[in-house]
């Protein structure tokens, strides 16, 4: 997606969004998510984390260290990771939150919920 700093009279605003999927090794995919989640994207959010929370993944790693804003709408999409992830007992957590991930989680209280980690490399370890 792309990036308009000033809408004009009757423009769309839009955001800049990223979600990149790479094997860390066999049955282990990091989600590094970047920019903003909100309404507008939202569905690239999801279409995501529905292909990499599935079958055959053990492990899934959602990076969230790039994302500058997270409305409910991007809540939305990490309870829906959660959920699959525990449909498909699969291994789910948070890497890299930062202020705009995990201000929202705390406030909801959602944040509880899931499992974090400051890096792949910890989450790896631990899990």
Sequence with gaps: MTS????????????????????????VLLVRLSGEIDIATTDFASEAIRAAVAPPARLVLIDVSAVTFC??????????ARTL???????????????????????????????IFASAAEALAAL
């Design 85 to 115: 992830a525990g449909r498909h007992n699969i291994t789910l957590a948070l890497i890299g939150v930062g202020r705009p991930v995990d201000r929202p989680l705390t406030v909801t209280g959602l944040g509880g919920q899931f499992r």
């Design 4 to 27: 308009q700093s000033e809408p004009r009279d009757g423009d769309m605003i839009r955001t800049t969004f990223d979600a990149v999927t790479e094997e860390l090794e066999p049955g």
């Design 71 to 80: 409305s409910s709408a991007g809540l939305g999409n990490l309870v829906e």
